[in-house]
Every structure is written in C-alpha cells, then in structure tokens.
C-alpha cells in the first residue's frame, strides 16, 4: 500500500520543480522584459527578467565557464549533498520535507541555468521602501525550504541538523 507521508518528500520535490517551470513556461510566453505587469496597486509586479548570475545576480559578470562551475558543478554537489540528507534515516521528518523543498527549488533553477544559460524570474514585491528583487517560484522554495529548517534545527527546538 502506498503512503502518502512515507513520499511525501519526494512528492513536494516533484511538485517545485513542476510548479516552478511551468510559470516560468507561463512568464516568458506571456510577460515582456520592459512591460512589468502591476498588481495589488503596485505591491506586486510581474516583470520578466532573465538573471545569469545567482541570488540577486551575484556572478552575472563571471566569465562563462567560472559560472558554469559555481552555478552548475557546485550547484549539482549541492543539490546530492540535499538529497543524501532528504533520504537519510538521520534526519527528521520535517527536515526532509525541508530538504525536498529546496531540493526542487535548486533543480527547478538548475534546470534554466543548463537548458537557456539563465534563470528566469519574474516576480517582484514591494511595499512602501521595503521591496524585493526580481524572483521566481524556485527562489521562494529554496527561502521558504531554509526559514522552516532553520526554525526546525533551531537550539530552541533541540534538534541538530544531520
């Protein structure tokens, strides 16, 4: 019998992964680079852009090949070291779950950075002076996948990451 809790993991991995590149998909078919869509007035903006670098465009000025060793060779260590983490019977349910979200979410831009040379992003939320960059889906699993494993592992809590 299958159970749902015992896949879970690999379920909400699938689920990034699937979530982010289809509106990406969805974002390069129908956003223009200069035509930022406002919504929410003005709090949120669907803004196409294309990001060669990292988080905030760290390394976008990075010779090619230096990028494809640190965005992509790193970047695939990384990602085995997650998923020996996510499938290890050391770490906790919540951990791998966790895991599993930044797991999809590292794919998810691992999969733009080897096919098209860039992530796209697409998203942007602001309010008043407090304002984000431009962003994607996967980006928000990999922030949202950290925040609750660092809350998880957090010395308050008593638990320790494997």
């Known amino acids: ?20 590149q289809l509106t990406k998909y969805l974002a390069r ?68 779950l966790c895991y599993a979200i930044v797991l999809g979410g590292g794919t998810g831009n691992l999969i733009d950075r080897i096919f098209a040379g860039e992530v796209t992003d697409f998203l942007w939320l602001g ?3 407090l304002q984000t960059g431009v962003f994607n889906i996967a980006d928000m699993a990999i922030l949202f996948g950290v925040l609750i494993l660092f809350l998880e592992i957090h010395p308050k809590n008593n638990k320790k990451v494997i």
């Open 1 to 20: 019998m299958f159970e749902m809790k015992k896949h879970l993991n690999y379920f909400l991995l699938l689920l990034v992964v699937v979530v982010d």
């Open 29 to 96: 078919l129908f956003l223009q680079v200069d035509n930022p869509i406002e919504i929410g007035a003005g709090h949120i903006k669907l803004q196409l852009t294309h990001n060669s670098g990292a988080f905030l465009s760290m390394g976008a000025n990075w010779s090619e090949s230096a990028r494809w060793i640190v965005l992509i060779g790193f970047v695939i260590l990384f990602l085995f070291f997650l998923w020996r983490l996510m499938t290890s019977s050391q770490s906790t349910y919540k951990q791998k």
């Open 127 to 129: 309010y008043g002076k």
